[in-house]
C-alpha cells in the first residue's frame, strides 16, 4: 500500500510541476506578444514618420 500512496503523491507532484511549466510558458508568451506589440508599433512610427515631420 505504500506504492501506492508514493505514486498517487508522485502524480500530484508531476500536476503540480506541469502547473508550474505552464504558468511560466504562458507568462513568457504575454513577454513575447510585448515585445512584438512594442516592435510593431516602433516599425509604423519608422516607416510613417515622414508623413507627420512637418507641420
Do not use: P
Request: glycine share 4%; hydrophobic share 30%.
Amino acid at each position: 500500500m505504500g506504492q501506492c500512496y508514493s505514486a498517487t503523491s508522485a502524480n500530484e507532484q508531476h500536476s503540480e510541476e506541469d502547473s508550474s511549466l505552464r504558468k511560466r510558458c504562458l507568462a513568457k508568451a504575454k513577454e513575447q506578444r510585448s515585445r512584438f506589440y512594442i516592435i510593431r508599433r516602433c516599425v509604423v512610427m519608422l516607416l510613417c514618420w515622414h508623413e507627420y515631420g512637418e507641420y
